[in-house]
């Protein structure tokens, strides 16, 4: 399996930072071939996503029948993720000589995330890929990556290797199918930062700082908890609020910072790091397991194969996006050692809050102990 080491885009931030002065350039899914303004190609677009399927697959029986599937997700055609869904579509069509076909409808055609989750569980949507958390009616377990500081000080590689083969993620497909799902694919890796049009170095900093948030109460928990203002705001209306200073603030990943073009109204890039939502591609589990099992297994092979992909993806798109953002001008402030471990201790009542949403201790402590190298009970 190929991997990229994502432990240096975390070395980069640390030896790149320098407490919010200009000039900051270390080198990070799902995006357009340039961000804005950019004029340095996309890193994924020189990563071959066959280089990732072995190839070496199950055979479907030679009598078996004809599966029409069909995916939907809110994405643009041009981000990565859509790449991606792309690139399972032609592998389950190529490998399964046509017997398995998968018709793809993004952009939300099918729905908003919630909708959309819906009517997988109900079985009219065979598939959906969305932030795992937008399934947590059906399956509140999939909000433990809306835990604050969830895999703060773990590399990303020994993260990958939790979520997608493990105890862990034994536990996590239980959970799933428990709610009417089989999930197929996961990845944690787009970590949610804070742009703010003043600098933030400290929590006497972060008081009182009226920070734009999803609406979602996990999302708005760790703010409060640190001492800022969250206020809930649709994202459409996030460029207008922070330039006519409705809001000082936001949270979100760096590929819609740059995307929206966030930098025109914002000076101060924050690389908090303080979540880490998951992305999930789910099937309804009637119909996968009405499949026959020779399908089966080839779906699982080839999800498994791109899930390694999507991940490498990611990791250097988060690269690419935070580079983005210098580029355009933003400053980007330090987070000390002190800083990060203050907001830890102050985020308490909100990882408890996100332990309680999610209602499976067991699945916490087994994360913890893998991800710590221990084996897990």
Known sequence: MKKLTSICLAACITLGLSGCGG???????????????????????????????????????????????????AMQESTESHKMLVALKNALEEYSDGKIILTIYPNGQMGSDSEMIASCVAGDIDMVYQSGSTHATFVPETMIFDTPFL?????????????????????????????????????????????????????????????????????????????????????????????????????????????????????????TRHMTPSFDLTMNKDTFYSLPQEYQDLIWEICKDLSAYDYDVAFVMEEYYYDALVEHGMQVCEITDEFLADMQTAAAPAVESAKAAVGNDALYDTLYQLLDGGESA
């Open 23 to 73: 000039g900051i350039s270390p080198t990070e899914s799902g995006s357009p071939a340039t961000a804005p303004g950019n004029n340095t190609p996309s890193p994924a677009s020189e990563i071959q996503v066959t280089e990732y399927l072995s190839g070496d697959y199950t055979s479907l029986p030679e009598d078996g029948p004809t599966v029409n599937l069909s995916l939907g997700h």
């Open 151 to 271: 895999f703060s000080g773990y590399d990303q590689d020994t993260v990958e290797s939790v979520l997608t083969d493990s105890t862990f993620r034994d536990l996590y497909n239980q959970a799933n199918e428990a709610g009417g799902l089989v999930c197929l694919m996961l990845r944690s890796s787009d970590t949610m930062n804070l742009t703010a049009n003043r600098s933030v170095t400290s929590m006497e900093e972060l008081k009182g700082l009226k920070i734009r948030t999803a609406q979602s109460e996990t999302r708005m928990a760790i703010w409060d908890a640190l001492g800022a203002n969250p206020t809930p705001l649709a994202f459409n209306e996030l460029y207008m609020a922070l330039q006519n200073g409705t809001v000082d603030a936001q949270d979100n990943n760096l590929m819609n910072a740059v995307n929206s073009a966030l930098y025109e109204v914002q000076e101060y890039l924050v690389p």
